[in-house]
Structure formats: C-alpha cells, structure tokens
C-alpha cells in the first residue's frame, strides 16, 4: 500500500491550459510539501501545508494554488500554464512537530508544458 | 535560516572505489540532517539521517555518513562502489520544531565506472 501517492504520474498540457496534480498519503502525518524539481535536477519547496493551513509558500507564481481539503490531501492546480512549468513536481509529507522526522515522498509527475 | 552546500554536482569513480559526496549545513540551530537518493525516473529514497547522539550514522545499502559539528559538515561515504550506486544524490536540512522547513541541497550525480 502506497505511503505517498501522486496522480497522475506524467501529463502532457499544452500552453495555457489548467491542470492538477492530486497527491495523498496514508501515514497519518499532518504537514504535506510541494516540490518542483527542474530539468537540473534542483529540489525546490514549493509549498507546506499543516493540519489544512498554508504554512509555506516560497515566492511561487499565484498561478499555482495548493488546495489541502482534509491532512491527507494535498493538490496543486497550475493555472494558464507556461513553457517553464515544465518539469517534475514531487508530493512529500512529515509528521508534526517531528523535525527529526524525514519526509516521505511520492512517485513525482512529470508535466510537460508544449 | 538552515541550508545545505553539495559541493560537486558531478562526481565519478571506479567500480570499487570509494565514494564520498560531500554537504556543509549552515544552520543557527542543532541541525538535522538526511541524505536521500533518486534513481532514474523515480522518487526520492532515504539512506540515512542524523538528529542526536551518534555523529557516525549507518544507512541502508552500506553508506553512512559523520556529522562533524566544528566543520559544519555531514558527508556521505561507502567504502566500494557498486554499479547500482548510480544515482542523484540530495543532502537535506531540517528546521527546527516549528518551522516545517525542509531544504534540499543541489544534488550530486553519482557515476560508477566500470
């Protein structure tokens, strides 16, 4: 049984549209990251959620909003999406209060934005 | 603020040989420290971490690392390289309690040569 769980695994989009990734996790944690990891393989935080509540947004476009609709979820929709969206978006989630706790993370989406 | 230095984003060595990625952490804080490996086309995996007690830390698949606190440094090691060890690798820094930062260093691209 998948911890974290990504979906869809690859898109492929082209420029302008909208699309969401939909991530999960089964560990009971309440604290879910974003990632953005880029062509050069740099691991970028995104975004983390507590318990629902935005608790990190790392200067990221508002075309991309985290939606958490219970601590287990955690989506990202990309709005008007652009060339340089293009790249592998990574689910991650950590108990709370915990920091010497490692994240656990999904499988990744690769997006491709033509 | 925490942070993480990979120094190397490519390092190359002979089946057999030694391997040692290095990482430096800038933190005001004790830190905690991780390593985590990415293989081709999938997510990241954790080797190893530090949070108290213990400086030489042992992980899966042979490597550990030493925290050494007067050389800010967690460096990762294993004594012989298999082919299989040929991956991207990511030294990770969390904050402290509270902060829910977890910062991911650049990434060191392990090739193992015949």
């Known amino acids: 049984d998948t911890a974290v769980s990504q979906t869809p695994k690859y898109l492929v989009t082209q420029m302008g549209n909208d699309k969401s990734i939909k991530c999960e996790q089964n560990?009971?944690?309440?604290?879910m990251y974003w990632y953005k990891q880029d062509s050069k393989k740099f691991l970028k935080i995104m975004f983390s959620?507590?318990?629902?509540?935005?608790?990190i947004n790392e200067t990221v476009p508002n075309r991309f909003s985290p939606k958490s609709p219970d601590k287990a979820h955690l989506n990202l929709h990309i709005n008007s999406l652009e060339l340089g969206d293009s790249a592998v978006y990574f689910c991650?989630?950590?108990?709370?209060?915990?920091?010497?706790?490692?994240?656990?993370f999904g499988q990744g989406t690769r997006l491709t934005v033509v | 603020a925490q942070s993480v230095t990979q120094l190397g984003s490519h390092v190359s060595v002979s089946e057999g040989a030694l391997v040692l990625l290095r990482c430096n952490y800038s933190?005001?804080?004790?830190?905690?420290l991780f390593w985590y490996v990415q293989y081709p086309n999938q997510g990241l995996q954790l080797l190893l971490k530090?949070?108290?007690?213990?400086?030489l830390v042992k992980g899966i698949n042979g490597f550990e690392a030493e925290f050494k606190k007067s050389e800010t440094s967690f460096h990762l090691t294993k004594p012989s390289a298999h082919m299989s060890d040929a991956a991207e690798y990511f030294c990770?820094?969390?904050?402290?309690?509270?902060?829910?930062?977890?910062?991911f260093g650049t990434g060191t691209r392990l090739k193992v040569l015949a």
């Open positions: 530090y949070t108290t007690g213990a400086t």
């Open positions: 990770a820094v969390s904050g402290a309690s509270g902060t829910y930062k977890y910062i």
């Open positions: 959620y507590n318990n629902k509540e935005l608790i």
């Open positions: 560990l009971g944690h309440d604290t």
């Open positions: 933190s005001s804080v004790p830190p905690y």
């Open positions: 991650a989630s950590r108990p709370q209060g915990s920091p010497g706790t490692e994240a656990f």
